[in-house]
Structure formats: C-alpha cells, structure tokens
C-alpha cells in the first residue's frame, strides 16, 4: 500500500533553514508527481510546493517562492523540501502529498527565536 514518511522537522530560529524528507513507497515514485502542504493552526491547508515526474518541474506558492526548494531524488523514492529564510509564519505541520489522495503523518516545523 501507499507509505509515505516525513522527517526533517524541528525547532529552528528565524533565518534558519531546514530540510524535510518524505520517503516513498507502494507505488511508481518516479510516474508521480509530488506535492507538500503545510497546516498551521487555526488556518486551512496550504499547498506549498510541487514537483512533476521525470522533467522535475516544479511550483511554489507565493509565500515561499524563492525560499524554498522542493526537488526529487527517483533511485531513493524520496521528495525533499528545502526551506531556507524561515519566519514565524512558516510555522506549521508540512505533510507529503501524492495525488490529492495520499498523505503522510505530517511533520512539525516551529520557527521561533
């Protein structure tokens, strides 16, 4: 069946940076395209970045554009998340996303000094 394992979250300062995984498996990782949310409380949730398949095209909200850097690793089925100038505001559980469909158990990302 479809598993897919955040990691990566933590406690980091503003300005700092992380870099959240989501490990993939029970389906074609590399036919798929894949996207990261993020929930913070008391707000909907977000959709913050995407990737396609084999061409690794990728998509950002507004809010991180230019901060974040999601990319793709097909030989390990993993999907990454670089988020670099952190604030406050990005604040939020990021969880692993395939097909609208499919989630991971989400990951907490606190951003406070």
């Known amino acids: 069946q479809v598993q897919l394992v955040e990691s990566g979250g933590g406690l980091v300062q503003p300005g700092g940076s992380l870099r959240l995984s989501c490990a993939a498996s029970?389906?074609?990782?590399?036919?798929?395209?894949m996207k990261w949310y993020r929930h913070a409380p008391g707000k909907e949730r977000d959709l913050v970045a995407s990737?396609?398949?084999?061409?690794?095209?990728?998509m950002y909200a507004n809010s991180v554009e230019g901060r974040f850097t999601i990319s793709r690793d097909n030989a390990a089925n993993t999907v990454y998340l670089q988020m670099n100038s952190l604030t406050p505001e990005d604040t939020a559980v990021y969880y692993c996303?395939?097909?609208?469909?499919?989630w991971g158990q989400g990951t907490q990302v606190t951003v406070s000094s």
């Open positions: 029970g389906f074609t990782f590399s036919s798929a395209t």
């Open positions: 996303c395939l097909g609208g469909s499919y």
């Open positions: 990737i396609t398949t084999a061409d690794g095209i990728s």
